[in-house]
Structure formats: C-alpha cells, structure tokens
C-alpha cells in the first residue's frame, strides 16, 4: 500500500468495531481502516507496533495484540495511562481512531518454528504476546507445545480472561496464572510471576521464551530465566522505550547504538547485552 510518495507520518482512519473491557485499566479495540482497500492490503506480524493517534489527544505506539493469522480486524489492548489512553477509553464502537503503521521488528516467527515455546508476561504484556500465541495456535503444526505464565496484581486485574479460557482448554497448551495479592475465590498461585518459574521443567534446547512485561518484571525474569539455563538467544523480550516517530528519525528512543522502534522493540537477551541494557540485564 506504501507508494514512494506517501507521507510516513500520515495517519488513516479506523473504526473501533468492537471494544471488551479487559479489567477495570485495560480495554481491546478491535479496529478496521474506514478505506476497504487499506484493510484487504494490511499486512503485519507478531510483535509489531502502531502509532494510534486522536486529534486533540496525541500519538502513542501500541502493540498489535491480534494475530495475522485471523484476519479481519487488529487489534490493540491498552492501559490507561495518560492522555491519549484515557480518550480511547472513552471512546464507543464505532467512533474513529488514526493509525499508522505496522512498525518495529517482529518476533522471529520463522526460526522459533519447531521449538516449545515459554511465554512469561506481566499485565498489559501479555498484549503482544498475545499476538504470537494465538498465531502460534493457528500453526500448531509448525511449533511444539506452549506454556503461559501469566501475572496480575490482584484477581480483578487479570486480563484477557477470555483468551485465557480457550487456551486453557487447549490441548498443547498449558496456562499458569499468578496475583501478586490474593482475593476471594482465587485459586492460582500467590507471587510474583518468578515464583512460576520453579513450576516448570522445560527442555533448555528445545525451548525459546518470550517475555513481556514492566521492566523491573522482565529484569527479574530474564535474570531467573538465564540462571535456569536457558541460552541468550534463546530469550526475547519486546521493549516499552517513550519514542515519537516510530520510523527511526526522531531518535527519542535511541540506546547504544540502537533505534528501539526500528531494530526493536523486539529483542534477544543476547542482542540486550550487546546493548548494555543496564535496566534489564
Ligand atoms: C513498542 C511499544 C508498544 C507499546 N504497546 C502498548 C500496548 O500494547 N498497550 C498499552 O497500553 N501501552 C503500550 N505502550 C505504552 C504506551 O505507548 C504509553 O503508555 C503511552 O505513553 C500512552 O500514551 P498516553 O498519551 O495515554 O500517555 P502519556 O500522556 O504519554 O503518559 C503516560 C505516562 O508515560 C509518561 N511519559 C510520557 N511520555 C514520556 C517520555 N517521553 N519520557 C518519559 N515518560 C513519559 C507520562 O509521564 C505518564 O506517566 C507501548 C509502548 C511502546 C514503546
């Protein structure tokens, strides 16, 4: 659809055709660009981002949280958090949002084909994750089997219930659900995410994991992940860093060497070395 004279900072209209009240932080918008044509030509990968504009409100990167492999309409998961977050959720189906994208490296679907997969997420993490997981179910053939370690504060923050619930019923999948603080009814594990870990006995060799989360969250579980025994390559995280532009220029989330939006926001613990990412690793 991008022809050589298109603006790259040219937002497109998209209709919100359906929104799901996550918790009482997080709603799904699910979106369709208001020009059929764009819709029938938007391609995207797990992992990807886009910038989600209202007028008035401001511009923010937000993963895509739906798979390519459903297609229809994309879908973006948000948090509360400032101006532009609150006027989305504000908003009603059908009311018109700006998007441009997709941005930013996906996660390496192609070399984590034949390998068990280990997601770890915190919150609104699991949004891009998401992504993968329901793509990855898609292609069950092409991947092996799938473990969820999945935390919340508290009971009533626990998104993407829904999700959860078919994927708990999902044979090569198995999902672990952690609160920080425990409330009435809850029968997970109490702890953070971490303490999931020792639940598990993955095959190091044959397993990847994604991680997504708050940053002292994907600090703590690359750290855990790696004493384990898993390998740096085999560990990638997908990066929150404040950018603008979303297409390399503006800089605002540069780091050693690095453009966050356009050599990430996906990366390996190996690549996060590199970096010297002293806030995760
Ligand atoms: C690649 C990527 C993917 C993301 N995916 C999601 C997602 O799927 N869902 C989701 O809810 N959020 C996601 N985010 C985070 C989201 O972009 C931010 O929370 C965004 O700031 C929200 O915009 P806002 O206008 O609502 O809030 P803002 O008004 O921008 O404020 C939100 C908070 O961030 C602080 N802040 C804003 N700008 C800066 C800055 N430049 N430097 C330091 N602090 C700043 C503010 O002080 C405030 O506390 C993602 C971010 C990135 C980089």
Redesign the pocket.
Known sequence: MKGNNENIYLPYPARIVRIVEENNQ?KTFSLTFTDPLRNESFEYSPGQ?MMVSIPN??E????I?SSPSRPGSLE?????????????HAMNEGEILALRGPY?KPFPMKSLEGRDLLFVAGG?GL??LRSVINFCLDKKKDFGSITLLYGSRSPEDVAFQSDIKCWQEEESMECLLTVDTTGPGWLGNIGVVTTLLGRITPNFARTSALVCGPSLMIRFVLAELSRMGFSDENIIT???????CGVGICR??YMDNTL??VD??VFSLAQLRIMQDTELC
């Open positions: 997080i981002f409100y401001g923010a990167p937000i993963s949280a973006v998961s948000v948090r509360k958090a400032g101006a532009l977050t609150t006027a989305m930013g609104i949004a891009p997908t990066l929150e860093r404040h950018m603008k605002h989330c966050v939006c990430g926001p």
